[in-house]
């Protein structure tokens, strides 16, 4: 079985359970607290939809084609900044004071980005175009995966005991770890023909990876309001019946 | 290109670890009751004997015997997982990731043996993925009834 092939079969797997999360959350109850999943799992399918429509009419190596892609993916990139925002958010719930500085703290990352990319691509080409939009997705993605793990240790410093956002965050973390190492290899080996079949066997899989601990935590983890339940210091006698 | 290194070990680093935490969290469900030991003594299953040795003793066995011993186990398991009071007979999505996190981690034993690193976290992660599906099975299991037959009287029939 060629690569290829392999490869759509994952991204068609992929694109039926987006389809099937997204219709389980537009019916669940609770769809508020999960608006963010949602719509970033709209995103997902509408995205990978839309690939498909493109790449049947346009062929793979048209310029169309290639339009489409970077512009969806620069799509994806903002939906993820923001998805990991909302992650954020949820965990700041109780903590006013924690969400404000967390808000700065996003603001100024995306700003960041958004400028280093702008400067790396002033030096190299010197006009606003798809590079510049691909360098600043790429950069962003990897920001969003530092940012996710940051939400983990924050996660894991405040105690939280909200079950499904740890997961889903997991998740998260999945989703973008594993692309934003292929592509490094990618870039360091130069496209050679083991990193490129490795990309393409890799972003559908974390995504399917993403996909199924989302489900798990949507369908199976009853989701806790975030509380926090702060460190108490033992008492003498617990600590003398030690 | 410095860069590209650093985001290539990062993000290879932080892959193997979100996988490590999922694994882990998916391992912390609470049963309402502890099944692995019916099923394990019913299927003669040698995994509660190891962990136990390990936690209390820390003493390693015949390397091995060991590896045979899990997996054995771990076949066992994932047989039961599939057919025993099993509907669909096949496994959800993550018990397929809970074997995928086993298969890493019987790597990772095989990697730290070579290492001289010390077998006994490998070990330790390995019995509690065991328990787990072990205690699926056992909920499964009890969740349907077969007239007067006991757990361990259906996985014997099965």
Redesign the interface.
Known sequence: MSTNLIGHVLQYAGILIEACLVIYLARNPRRGQLAGVSLYLSCLLGTGLGRRLALSTYGWTSPQYSYVYWTTDFLLVIAAFLLVCHFFRRACLSQEKLWRFVRLLLCFSFILVAGISGVSFVGHYGGLSLPYVIEFSQDLYFTCLVLNTLLYLMLQQIGSVDDQLGLLVCGVGIQFAGPSATMALYHLTTGQRFSASLTSYMLPMCTLGMLMVWAYAVIHVSDRVNKVTPRRNPVLAEVTAD | ?IA??M??IL??A??F???Q??CQ??LGRQFDREYFQSIANANRLEFPSLRKSLEEFGAPVDYSRLRMMLRCDFLALTYLLKNAANVNQRYT??E??LILYFRWQFLALGVRRLLKLGENTAVLRLTAVLQYFANVVGQRVNAVKFGNLTAADYLLNL
């Open positions: 290109m590209a290194v985001i290539l993000s290879t932080l892959f670890f979100y996988f935490v999922t969290k998916l999505y993550d397929r990731l």
